[in-house]
């Protein structure tokens, strides 16, 4: 028996998918039929929602979600009516509306994710239903231009912990230091760092390391059920003995494709960024760690000359490195 149906599919006018809040989301579904075909309708939903689904520290599970958008309307029949004969040939039925202003972006992890999609239905008489979906992505803006004015600001954290333990004969302080130079970046641009580790203890840092790292807590009922954390990019500095020091000039840490700060309008996922100085002493004391969290953004300082337009082939450095897999979360199609 050959099929009616030979495509169904959701076209959007937009053809790489990416809308922000307030745009008008526009297209049309096609269809395909080798033969008459009957139809009692064809049903299109718009669906925007936010989901977390985690074992807790106790290994419950738990699960919550959000809506942000869900509109429904018919491109075909109606209720009082028969069916529809739809001849063979290509038939094309578009859609349009607005989107709500403040959705959250579009954001996929580990334990949760927000997504938007559309799908539809073609109803035939004899019961048979006919679906098909497609993803687009959502992408709310920041705008380091109108954020607070201190993120244009170098950002610094300075610190003298000791080390060798507060009573022992020949303890000692490590002065700290880390200045990036900025509060605020965007993907592709480069985080500029300086600082010291001056180590006035008898104990010997193995090393030191700067890194990059994303911190996703992913929320059920307002509290914190669980959190993933990534290394981006990190530089290792070397060891450094008692009565040395170690002096880091202009570092660089490259800022990958990554998704921005937080995620506005969600009650379930929070995004962060933080550039961490971690002092690894060779003794069985604790890390010291300097956090400095930066803001990453979707629109650079006007000021800045040195955003990229384009992504390059590849974002490693020499200088830098990367885990094998990057926290780049698309949608899948």
Known sequence: MPRKLMKFLILFDNTNLLYFPGQFLSGRVLLELQEDTPALGLHFHVVGEGVVTARTARQERTYDKENYIDFRM?????????????????????????????????????????QYYCKCALREPSGLIHKNHQIFIIMNPIDLNIEEPALAEPFRCEIEPTLGGLACIGS???????????????????????GYVRNFSKVTIRHTKIILLETINYLSRGKAVQVEKREIASIKGPKIRPNSRDEFVNK???????????????????????????????????????????VLATYPFRSTNDVMTNWPDSVLRPDTHYPSSLPVFRPST
């Open 74 to 114: 018919r491109l075909l029949g109606d209720n009082d009516s028969g069916p529809t004969i739809l001849s063979p040939g290509i038939h094309s039925f578009p859609f349009k509306l607005g989107l709500p202003l403040g959705l959250p972006s579009t954001f996929l992890g580990k334990h949760g994710w927000i």
């Open 172 to 194: 000692g302080t490590v002065k700290c230091k880390i200045e990036l130079d900025r509060g605020g970046y965007v993907s592709g641009e480069t985080i500029h760092i300086n």
């Open 252 to 294: 660089k840490l490259y800022i990958p494709p990554l998704p921005p700060t937080n995620i506005r309008n969600s009650n379930l996922i929070q995004l962060n960024y933080d550039v961490y100085l971690i002092i690894e002493p060779k003794s069985m004391e604790k890390a010291i760690k300097l956090q400095l969290p930066i």
